[in-house]
């Protein structure tokens, strides 16, 4: 009987990760909005942080650039997300472990199967996916630190893991600290995640001339009404992302409103139960998490002028536009309080077997019938694409001109997000650059309900100046002094891309690629690139300190089992 109830958990975790997921399991790569997956992503400065645009997407981009070298990347994107879903279920459980089996069950389901996952989903952020996934193994370990006073190995592999993006690093960070803290464990614990977060924290400081963001990027990236629920309720339920596309449809009627209700009301059953268990400290833990997520989130709601302020004038404040991200601070608490709830009124509930069977299945299953539409890949917003052989042949041929004349590529037209027919019109951030090899030039600016909203990169700017000139040969020539040897046009994507003068070696029905004749080389501060040599020791040091551990202990416990036999 114990071995079938050990995998309960495991197997409804993973039910409820392939039913969320669905067609994005196929052959393919799953694109959508910012999740831009490619078959071999090259390493490059720009994924190292070196560039001359915000560092948004390190240590991710490197770390897959690396990973895709061993495992290929079409079934490295299927692992990280169906992987993600299921280890943060797993772990929203581990919080509750003194509960009924039931009550676990509603914690998988609650953390995993909820708005917050959804729209992260469709809206392509996938590291802070595996943020919101490690949170709770975090938080457990980060807890068994301060009451055991030694420190837990696997904090050197999920902090990192948690950290692979900068607002995922933030949220991570928060969690170790507030459980932490206490004694000369703060500044170990403090070490640990700067550490972690090194590689954009260094990356972020030397690009800070041009960190500062669009102001009516605040209004845009806001928390958002969600339906009959306003922004402040919709954060309680864990939604209101600020992109409208992406949210469930059963999000806009009254099911939203029930699905608060039930939460707030198994968490209000349960709060003090779970209190009384749980004690003080790790209480006000969890408290001062979730309250931080809820407040900054609806901060971007209730003064969006004063956000839009903050990130025009601070550098870094940027961070903290996207307001419903930090929603994945609140989630460890409604997931243990419900669940508590569900405890609470287990022991209550009815004694014969056919009742607590049907209130079993009906408690279990609430998460998905309060939110049926984030089923078959939320209602198949996402899905599996193949790339078109053009793409292939584009990566030659751009591998082949730079071999030649060293220079980085050129996207046109200039405009961030396309809507290709092999990814079924899905948006998706633009992919062809990343599908090359070399360092690329793309549009950053973005476009949300109508405002543009400017892009950080000085670099587009200058070569949006260049494309601006009066014949092809002279935005060949100005284009090549900012070091960009190859122009590449997606003649599917609309938008304007002025002619260039140059070679063409490639032309397709999709792509053509242009080789200009002369190009400047660009040179990275040698003060940079010692800056990030080390932020990226750091953050490595501590996955290959995991490693080494992981392997002394693998190794100790064949020792053990060899002497019991």
Not at 21 to 26: H, N, R, V, W, Y
Not at 459 to 483: I, K, N, Q, Y
Request: charged letters at 15%; hydrophobic letters at 55%.
């Amino acid at each position: 009987m114990r071995q079938w109830r050990s995998w309960v958990l495991p197997a409804w975790s993973s039910v409820l990760a392939l039913v969320l997921l669905g067609p994005a399991l196929g052959r393919g790569y799953v694109l959508s909005f910012d999740m831009v997956w490619v078959p071999d992503l090259a390493l490059r400065p720009d994924f190292l942080g070196v560039a001359t645009g915000l560092p948004r997407a390190v240590p991710s981009d490197a770390v897959v650039a690396l990973l895709d070298e061993v495992v290929p990347g079409m079934l490295l994107q299927k692992a990280v997300l169906l992987g993600s879903l299921v280890a943060g279920g797993l772990g929203a459980a581990r919080l509750v472990p003194h509960t009924a089996l039931v009550a676990r069950a509603v914690a998988v389901g609650l953390f995993q199967w909820n708005p917050f996952v959804a729209e992260r989903l469709v809206l392509g952020h996938w590291p802070v996916l595996v943020g919101y996934a490690v949170l709770p193994w975090c938080l457990v370990a980060a807890r068994e630190w301060r009451q055991t006073r030694r420190f837990p190995r696997r904090l050197l592999c999920l902090v990192p893991l948690g950290s692979l993006s900068a607002g995922a690093g933030l949220v991570t960070a928060l969690v170790v600290l507030a459980f932490v803290a206490g004694g000369a464990r703060t500044l170990r614990a403090l070490l640990l995640v700067v550490a972690a977060n090194a590689p954009w924290l260094v990356a972020g400081l030397l690009h800070a001339s041009s960190s500062v963001t669009d102001a009516d990027g605040a209004s845009a990236f806001a928390l958002r009404d969600e339906g009959l629920l306003p922004g402040p309720l919709a954060a309680l339920g864990l939604g209101g992302a600020w992109n409208a596309e992406t949210m469930p449809s059963s999000r806009a009627g009254m099911l939203a409103v029930v699905a608060l209700l039930v939460v707030l009301g198994l968490a209000a059953v349960g709060a003090r139960t779970w209190w009384r268990r749980l004690g003080a400290r790790d209480g006000v833990a969890f408290l001062v998490c979730a309250v931080t997520g809820w407040a900054l989130a609806v901060l971007t709601w209730v003064a969006p002028g004063a956000t839009g302020w903050l990130v025009e004038q601070v550098p870094g404040a940027g961070l903290l536009r996207d307001g419903a991200r930090q929603l994945a601070l609140l989630a460890p608490l409604l997931a243990v309080t419900a669940a508590t709830g569900v405890d609470v009124l287990w022991s209550r509930g009815p004694s014969g077997l056919v009742g607590r069977l049907a209130v079993a299945v009906a408690v279990v299953l609430a998460p998905v019938a309060l939110l049926p539409d984030a089923a078959w890949g939320v209602t198949s917003r996402l899905g599996s694409a193949t790339y078109p052989p053009s793409y292939d042949e584009a990566r030659d041929a751009v591998a082949s001109a730079v071999a030649e004349q060293p220079g980085d590529v050129l996207v046109l037209p200039l405009s961030s997000y396309r809507q290709p027919a092999f990814n079924d019109d899905r948006k998706v951030l633009d992919p062809v650059g990343r599908y090359l090899t070399p360092d690329y030039v793309a549009s950053d600016e973005l476009v949300v309900s109508g405002v543009v909203i400017a892009g950080e990169d000085p670099r587009v700017r200058e070569a949006r100046a260049a494309l601006d000139a009066g014949t092809p040969g002279e935005r060949s020539e100005l284009l090549g002094e900012l070091g960009i040897g190859v122009v590449i046009v997606d003649v599917t994507a609309p938008g304007p891309a002025p002619l260039v003068a140059g070679e063409q070696v490639l032309a397709t029905s999709d792509l053509v690629v242009v080789v200009l004749p002369d190009t400047a080389e660009r040179d990275v501060p040698t003060g940079w690139m010692v800056a990030m040599a080390g932020a990226w020791s750091a953050f490595g040091g501590l996955l290959l300190a995991a490693v080494v551990v992981g392997l002394g202990s693998l190794r100790g416990a064949r020792r053990r089992r060899r002497i019991t036999i």
